[in-house]
């Protein structure tokens, strides 16, 4: 019982992974952009933050609640550090995104996106095997 794929799958997963490499070098690029002048610049007003972690709150939260059965509200905390660091990906993710829009892509070199898509083709591949053997 093997994993047959078609020939547009290759093409949804490398798009995929694209869109990962692409994420994961804004996040990057976004933590620079926050602490480059030894001070906090937050891309996104700090509503929208709160806004963003109050989503991902009640979302992780009830996931936390419903999968993992945490009843006492000591259980929740999970839920609010998977929140926090959802939103603080976010947020570093946008922040990227203007960073590059600021400068250009004549910052980024090819190595980065070299690295970036490396990093999430072999964590892809690893995901990929974990979820075929059901780990």
Same mark, same amino acid.
């Given at each position: 019982?093997?994993?047959?794929?078609? #020939?547009? +799958? =290759?093409?949804?997963?490398?798009?995929?992974?694209?869109?990962?490499?692409?994420?994961?070098?804004?996040?990057?690029?976004?933590?620079?952009?926050? /602490?480059? +002048? +030894? #001070?906090?610049?937050?891309?996104?007003?700090? &509503? &929208?933050?709160?806004?963003?972690?109050?989503?991902? /709150?009640?979302? =992780?939260?009830?996931? =936390?609640?419903?999968?993992?059965?945490?009843?006492?509200?000591?259980?929740?905390?999970?839920?609010?550090?998977? #929140?926090?660091?959802?939103? /603080?990906?976010?947020?570093?993710?946008?922040?990227?995104?203007? =960073?590059? #829009? %600021? %400068?250009?892509?004549?910052?980024?070199?090819? +190595?980065?996106?070299?690295?970036?898509?490396?990093?999430?083709?072999?964590?892809?591949?690893?995901?990929? %095997?974990?979820?075929?053997?059901?780990?």
């Amino acid at each position: 019982m093997g994993i047959k794929l078609k #020939s547009n +799958d =290759f093409v949804k997963v490398l798009a995929i992974v694209a869109g990962m490499a692409f994420i994961m070098v804004s996040v990057a690029y976004g933590i620079t952009y926050m /602490f480059e +002048d +030894d #001070s906090i610049i937050f891309p996104i007003e700090p &509503y &929208y933050i709160l806004f963003i972690f109050s989503i991902g /709150f009640v979302l =992780f939260s009830v996931f =936390f609640e419903k999968e993992r059965g945490a009843i006492y509200p000591w259980s929740l905390l999970g839920g609010a550090i998977a #929140s926090a660091i959802f939103s /603080f990906i976010i947020t570093a993710a946008i922040g990227g995104m203007r =960073f590059i #829009s %600021n %400068n250009g892509f004549q910052l980024l070199s090819s +190595d980065t996106w070299v690295y970036a898509l490396s990093i999430c083709i072999i964590l892809s591949m690893v995901l990929f %095997n974990l979820a075929k053997h059901k780990l």
